[in-house]
């Protein structure tokens, strides 16, 4: 299944981000949309998920176009993560992972089992099922991104879409949800993350994209995509490379 955007204008009401963006997500692939502040990665984002409508341009979701789903089926095809996520009232961690069923049902009816168990489910595969009766409001914010990862699975998606979802946490807690990412690939889940690190990028993405003044720079496979000059150029600059001398890894570092 494919997820893309073709030709995309993208923006707001009197107020154009980027143009001329075609983009391509498949399942069991992880896509990596790097760029500055201001950029556009957001607005990109939320276009392709169909909170924004495309200026120009169409987004399609397995051959169909995405205007053409109503949400509830866009919800179960579609999950988004977003970068931060205020909680206002002390719903449970089950509570809120429970919320990603209402895909699959009416947002006032009660659970039914094959919710619960799709809940527990995701609870389990990331880790938290301890943290099942704790309030929300209560947990860290690494705690909180992996409640967020698996409300997204709850919902049984194909594709699942996060906005830097390693923004503010500590370094374990990226680790694991970087870990996490590249556990959704394998079980067949097209994922696309933005970041600014581009060294998570070089860890778990197939392909990445860079978005600078909403245009795209560059395009392709990690390993080849990902380098010194092209870093430079979308984020303005120096970059330094370091190679570990035992096992050939590359890391990228402001110069």
């Known amino acids: 299944m494919i997820l893309s955007g073709h030709a995309l204008t993208i923006g707001y009401s009197g107020h154009v981000v980027g143009r001329s963006l075609d ?16 950029g556009g990665k957001t ?34 095809l579609v999950a988004y993560v977003p970068q931060s996520h205020a909680a206002t009232f002390a719903f449970t961690v089950e509570t809120v992972v429970l919320m990603g069923r209402t895909a699959h049902g009416n947002l006032f009816s009660r659970p039914t089992a094959a919710d619960r168990d799709a809940a527990a489910g995701a609870l389990a595969r ?19 991104q992996l409640v967020l990862l698996a409300r997204a699975l709850a919902q049984e998606p194909q594709f699942i879409v996060l906005d830097e979802p390693t923004a503010s946490l500590d370094f374990g807690n990226q680790g694991r949800v970087m870990g ?18 581009p060294n998570h990028a070089m860890r778990i993405a197939d392909r990445v994209y860079l978005l600078r003044q909403g245009s795209r720079i560059a395009e392709g496979v990690t390993g080849t995509t990902l380098n010194r000059p092209q870093l430079e150029a979308l984020y303005g600059a120096p970059v330094e490379l370091i190679t570990d001398r035992d096992d050939g890894r590359t890391a990228f570092l402001p110069g």
Not at 45 to 70: F, M
Not at 126 to 144: D, K, M, N, Q, V
Not at 188 to 194: I, P
């Open 23 to 38: 983009v391509t997500l498949r399942t069991g692939e992880v896509l990596a949309l790097l760029g500055p502040n201001g």
């Open 180 to 197: 996490e990412i590249r556990a959704l690939k394998a079980s067949g889940h097209g994922v696309l993350f933005t970041t600014h690190d």
């Open 126 to 144: 990331f880790g938290i099922a301890e943290l099942r009766e704790r309030p929300y409001t209560e947990l860290s914010g690494g705690e909180r």
């Open 43 to 76: 607005t990109l984002l939320k276009t392709l998920l169909g909170l924004l409508p495309p200026r120009a341009g169409e987004v399609r979701l397995a051959e169909r176009p995405l205007s053409a789903y109503s949400d509830r089926e866009r919800a179960r």
